[in-house]
């Protein structure tokens, strides 16, 4: 099979990434090693032969497990720079990145640790990697939700710069239903509010976040397919969905990339965009998600340069921020038009 050129480099907003999700084998033993910790693996070998996933669950074992290694600011601060840095490369201008600060704190690290390092990092992104940032506080669905929302207070009362919260960890049997009244919470503190639905739950659960937690996007969705009705509904309101079609392969939702219904999703006119979810454990960054997806589907111009301006429509960028974005894609349609 011959493998199409990759497309020049696509500028996109990254609108689904969990920053611990960016933990790379290399950088998982450095921070083991700078903290005195012994990891259960004797060396990346060990730890890579451990990233086949039969679904989200056999994932986040492994993703929570390799948490430990984050211990300090400077160990948050470093993952964080390292992802800008991979992102800048693979094309994305801006990122609304997604942190559990729940997850670390039930392993004693304090929240003002894990926010100032990832914070104190995005605070400079633009200027130093050309990427502006947002920062989502994402919550823990399999955890109880009275622990959510103190952990909600505890940003509040801080001041965290946090432009919004999401939903996120086991989705089967944790439906957005359970989660009303801190939806409620963020949203009169201001908040935006997105969440996790539809990546192994059923389509309902899309419906649930819509109707009871009144997000302004949906992670993952793909199960929408399931109900025409909602499609419907999804395309005439516009709502988005941050796709990530490599995770959907390694968490088992599709089979191969070829079975992926991105192309249809577009063709059906929902708000889809492309992002890399957890890139370090699902094989690739935003631009292999796109160099894979363009070898599998042969994606056009229009395709491509369509599921960039959805990711920047369904941001929280400023309007100023959004019009520069959306110039960028303009100068990358010129460019491809000039080339071809
Ligand atoms: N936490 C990190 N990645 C996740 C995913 N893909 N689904 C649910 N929770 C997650
Ligand atoms: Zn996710």
């Not at 400077?74 to 993952?79: G, H, I, T």
């Not at 739950?201 to 819509?210: D, K, N, T």
């Not at 960054?285 to 894979?292: K, M, Q």
């Not at 974005?325 to 010129?334: F, P, Y």
Request: aromatic share 6%.
């Amino acid at each position: 099979m011959s493998i199409s050129p990759a497309p020049a480099l696509l500028p996109c907003a990254e609108l689904h990434l969990h920053i611990e999700g960016t933990l790379e084998p290399e950088l998982i033993f450095e921070l083991a090693a700078r903290n005195g910790i012994t990891l259960p693996y004797a060396d990346l070998a060990e730890l890579r032969a451990r990233y086949e996933f039969t679904d989200l669950q056999s994932f986040l074992d492994l993703y929570y497990a390799n948490m430990e290694v984050l211990r300090t600011e400077a160990d948050f601060a470093d993952m964080t720079r390292s992802y800008l840095r991979r992102a800048a490369a693979a094309g994305v201008r801006h990122v609304e990145m997604m942190v559990d600060p729940q997850a670390h704190m039930l392993r004693g690290i304090p929240l003002q640790t894990c926010i100032n390092g990832v914070a104190g990092v995005l605070a400079d992104s633009l200027e130093e990697f050309g990427v502006s940032s947002e920062l989502i506080a994402a919550f823990l669905r399999d955890r109880p939700v009275e622990e959510a929302e103190d952990v909600l207070r505890q940003l509040l009362a801080l001041n965290a710069p946090i432009v919004g919260i999401g939903l996120d960890s086991a989705e089967l049997g944790n439906p957005p239903e359970g989660f009303i009244e801190l939806y409620r919470m963020a949203r009169e503190a201001g908040l935006k509010c997105v969440a996790h639905a539809g990546e192994e739950g059923p389509s309902h659960y899309i419906e649930q976040a819509l109707d009871l937690l009144l997000v302004d996007r949906i992670d993952h969705g793909v199960r929408c397919l399931d109900d025409s009705g909602l499609v419907d509904r999804l395309v005439r309101d516009r709502i988005p969905l941050t796709i990530c079609p490599l995770s959907n392969v390694r968490l088992r939702s599709v089979d191969t990339l070829a079975d992926h219904p991105l192309p249809q999703m577009l063709a059906r006119g929902l708000n889809v965009s492309v992002n890399s979810d957890d890139p370090a454990y699902f094989g690739g960054y935003v631009d292999d998600n796109f160099r894979l997806l363009q070898a599998t589907f042969d994606l056009s111009v229009d395709q491509l340069q369509e599921l960039a301006v959805n990711s920047v429509e369904a941001s929280f960028a400023t309007p100023a921020r959004r019009a520069e974005l959306l110039e960028m894609i303009s100068t990358w349609r010129t460019a491809q038009q000039a080339g071809s």
